[in-house]
């Protein structure tokens, strides 16, 4: 038997392949050992947000919308309520607020993109409120966490300094260039002390709205 299947084995010729059936081959084999490049991601696949990021981006969008209502409310409801001839700021208020809260490193350059935008919105009185909001708003930011502990009393008391003192420079730039004569000083008091009071209760949704995404002052 063993000598049968070696004949017989000695007797079969080698399959011969003809070179369509090589390339065939050749082509499933490489087609086997290729693997596409995983798809390219896209920009928003790549660019997510951290929780905290999430947060954070929350706190601002509602600072925004605080001082987009307080415009609102302004032009709309307060603007045509005087007493003594005098009304609210309330755009002002909530700037010199958020600024005081966030403290000057965060403050510093929150006041001066927000004093350019009050600016454009029509609603300033004068372009000079941006050189005012901006230096006024950090000076006293910076005079609070020099002399003062953070508290509830300091931040309100050195927004609303900020505010008197922004009311009197819009004075004397009024006055300079004879706008405004010093009978009309007392509704420039009369204004700082109005928001004044509205920014007590205000304090408390703008503090609440700075603890989103946790603090971000350092002192």
Known sequence: MAEKKKRRSAGRKPKERTL???FRRNQRKNRNEFKPDPAASTWLKTQRLTQLQRQRLLKWTLYVL?????????DVIMSQLRL????TDLAVGAILLITVIEGTDVGSVF???????????GSAPTPVCIALLTFFGI???MFRQLFWHRSRGTLTLCACLALTLYELGLFVTGL?????YWGRLHSYLLTSIYTSLIMIPLYSLVCKT????????KE
């Open 176 to 180: 300079s260039q004879g706008l405004t």
């Open 111 to 121: 006041v001066l993109f927000a004093s350019a935008l009050y600016w454009f919105s």
């Open 20 to 22: 369509a059936e090589l």
């Open 210 to 217: 700075g603890l989103i995404g946790g603090n971000t002052w």
């Open 139 to 141: 000076g006293t930011t």
């Open 84 to 87: 003594f001839g005098a009304t």
């Open 66 to 74: 605080i001082i987009v209502a307080c415009l609102v409310i302004q």
